[in-house]
C-alpha cells in the first residue's frame, strides 16, 4: 500500500513515500480502516518535528507512519471490538496512520458517521470539533452571557471555537496575526477582533469589558500571548493553553496568576477528554449535528494527495493557508 512516513525527526524533506507499506493487520480492540480522507494537522507537524518524542498522552514514535485524523470505512475488527462493525463508516482522530491506503486504529477513538456527512467534511471535523466541543462545553463550560477571547481565531480550531462559542450566546472576541485574519474571525460571528502580536490585545479586551477583562481565554499560542492573556481575564478568571504554537513559556511561576487576580490555569489535552468509545462518539455526534444545523461550518481550506503533502507541511508551517487542509486517499472508500 502507498504511506508516508518518517524514521527521523525534522522538516518536511524527512517525509519519505512509500508504495509497498504493508497493510496493517487489525490486533484486539483494533479495526483495519480503508482510508478516503486523512486530515493535516499542526499535530503532524509536531509528531515530525518531534515534539511528541517523550509524550505520555501521545505516545506515537520512530517509526511511523502521520497522519492522526481521518476517515473512510471499516474493512476488518479485531478481537473484542463491539462498536463498530466491517462496513461501517467512521472517522477517528489522535491515532496516527492516516497517511496511507490503510490504517489500524484503536477501535475506542472510532465514531461511526451518517451517510448524511461526506467522508472530506468528516476527516476535516472531527478532531478539531472536538476539540472546540470539550474546550467550550467540558472546561470552559461557557454559558448564554459569558465573555471569552478566542486567540488565532482563523486557524481551523479558532473559527469553529468562535461559532461554538456565539451558538451557546458568549460574548467572542477574537486575535489574529493580521488584518486579513481578523476578518475570517469577524465572518464566523466574532464580536471585536484584534491582532496579537504586540500584546496590545489585553488593553483592546479590557477597554471593550469597562476594565472587567473577559471569563475565559482560549489561548493556543502560547509564549507571544500568555502573560497578556493573563491581563486580559478577569478577577478569578479561566485561561485554557491548549497550544503553543509560538513555543512555550519555560519561566512561568505561579504566583504569577495570583498577581493577576487569583486566575486558574489549565493545559488540556483531547486524548484525556477521549477516553473512552462513548465519550468520541458523544463527541462526534455533536460535531455532526452542529454541521447539519448551520451552527457551524467548516471549509476545506486545501486538497492535496499523498505525492502533495509535503507542501501541505510548508504551507501549514509558513502560516499561508487560512483553515483546514485534508488529503484524498480513496474518496470511494
Known sequence: MRAISIEQYGGPEVLQWRRDAPVPEPGPDEVLVRVAYAGVNFMDIHTRQGKYAASRTYPVRLPCTLGMEGAGRVIAVGHNVTTVKAGDRIAWCIAWGSYADYA?????????????????????????????????????????????????????????????AKHLGATVYATASNAEKCSVAMARGADAAFLYGDGQFADDVLEA???????????????????????ATRTRGLVVNYGSVSGSLQDLDPIELGESGSLFLTRPRLADHMQDAQTVQRRADAVWAALASGALTMEIAGRYTLE??????????????????????????
Do not use: M, N
Open 104 to 164: 489500524r486504529i484503536p477501535a475506542a477513538r472510532c465514531a461511526r458517521l451518517p451517510d448524511s456527512v461526506a467522508y472530506d467534511v468528516a476527516a476535516a471535523a472531527i478532531f478539531q470539533g472536538s476539540t472546540a466541543h470539550y474546550l467550550v462545553q467540558d472546561v470552559a463550560q461557557l454559558q448564554a452571557g459569558a465573555t471569552c477571547l478566542i486567540h488565532a481565531a482563523s486557524g481551523s480550531i479558532g473559527q469553529l471555537l468562535v461559532q461554538w
Open 308 to 333: 502533495t503533502v509535503a507542501q501541505a507541511h510548508e504551507r501549514i508551517e509558513s502560516r499561508v493557508q487560512i483553515g483546514k487542509a485534508v488529503v484524498e486517499i480513496d474518496r470511494g472508500a
Open 209 to 231: 469589558t469597562a476594565g472587567r477583562g473577559v471569563d475565559v481565554v482560549f489561548d493556543s499560542v502560547g509564549r507571544k500571548t500568555l502573560r497578556d492573556s493573563f491581563r
